[in-house]
């Protein structure tokens, strides 16, 4: 028993280690992984926090599970997934339900955190276009686009008292 124990800690660390996953120092109960279609799902459930309610601060009760689906772009070649087992409580008190605290992507993001902060430092050289990180990573343009709006708050700047204008160019048809 305690063998098998041993090799599952060390499968589950390699997996730990292969998603990047380590900083988050999770205490995971379930952890499976299948790749289908060129595509890696990690199936996760991590072990019960008892959480407390967030309106009253009060025990609950668990009342029952989601699979979230969260796109985590760890490699090159192919897409890969998180379906992460959220629980959902019960409070008894004020009758409140919520989910336990997700450590992989923001509330409702369907992207990881991983995968924004690395989309965001690739977007620091000025010379990548929003199509070869969205390859990169398995994104859509559209889906880089909006991370980097949502992130950047890229300032203006003001434009001087006096334009000059050099040269002007028109066409001889008008």
């Known amino acids: 028993i305690w063998k098998r124990t041993l090799e599952r800690s060390y499968m589950y660390n390699d997996t730990i280690k292969l998603l990047n996953l380590e900083q988050f120092k999770l205490k995971i109960q379930k952890l499976d992984t299948i ?60 009758k409140q ?25 690739s977007l620091k050289d000025h010379t990548v276009t929003f199509k070869n990180i969205a390859l990169k990573y398995n994104l859509s343009v559209t889906t880089v686009q909006s991370i980097f709006d949502s992130y950047v708050d890229a300032k203006r700047r003001l434009l001087p008292e006096v334009v000059c204008v050099d040269e002007f160019y028109t066409s001889k048809k008008r």
């Open 97 to 121: 339900t919520y989910f336990e605290k997700n450590p992989f992507a923001l509330k409702n993001d369907r992207i990881s955190t991983y995968t924004i902060y690395a989309v965001l430092e």
């Open 35 to 94: 790749k289908k279609d060129n595509i890696l799902y990690c199936y996760i459930t991590l072990e019960n926090q008892k959480d407390k309610c967030p309106q009253c601060s009060s025990s609950s009760l668990i009342l029952g599970y989601k699979d979230k689906k969260i796109r985590h772009s760890i490699s090159n070649n192919n897409p890969c997934y998180i379906i992460y087992k959220a629980r959902r409580f019960y409070c008894k008190i004020c």
